[in-house]
């Protein structure tokens, strides 16, 4: 069976929804608020792991408390629409640590960026010596996040 031919039903929605809000629930916990005993609880989870529809357990970490208060949204169009120039700036921002989400969008911009930073001078830095070095960009705009309203991870 592949993820494509699976169709979670109402006791696996109900798993992803815990686990999206506490990945470190156990499966016993899981298991009572769903009314279900914990090997076929277990074996649900396992199997949404093995077809990717769990991709991964992680931790929420406020970015404040770690040094990056600064979020840019950075808007990018290439300079040349084709596969080798979209392929290597896809690699080349892969690899950057200061890129945290990254996305293909339509519109007038090729490419937007989740951005972390320290401060300004930080981004500045960043901006000036790795990001605006890499080849194919075209034009840039750099929108800076005032205040997070809302930030979740949580699609059910």
Do not use: W
């Not at 199997?47 to 970015?63: H, N, S």
């Not at 790795?130 to 205040?147: P, Y």
């Amino acid at each position: 069976m592949t993820a494509e031919q699976y169709t979670p039903d109402e006791k696996d929605l109900s798993i992803l929804r815990l686990l999206q809000k506490d990945a470190k629930m156990s499966v016993r916990d899981i298991s009572a608020r769903i009314n279900l005993s914990p090997t076929p609880t277990h074996e649900r989870i396992k199997r949404m792991e093995k077809l990717g529809i769990i991709k991964e357990y992680t931790a929420v970490v406020d970015r404040k408390k770690v040094n990056k208060g600064m979020m840019v949204i950075c808007m990018i169009a290439l300079n040349v629409h084709n596969k080798k120039t979209a392929g290597k700036f896809i690699e080349e921002v892969g690899k950057l640590k200061e890129v945290v989400e990254f996305y293909n969008i339509s519109g007038d911009f090729d490419f937007m960026l989740k951005i972390l930073a320290p401060n300004m001078d930080d981004f500045h830095e960043f901006f000036v010596n790795k990001l605006s070095e890499i080849e194919g960009i075209g034009q840039t705009k750099s929108i800076f996040v005032m205040n997070s309203i809302k930030e979740s991870a949580q699609i059910l």
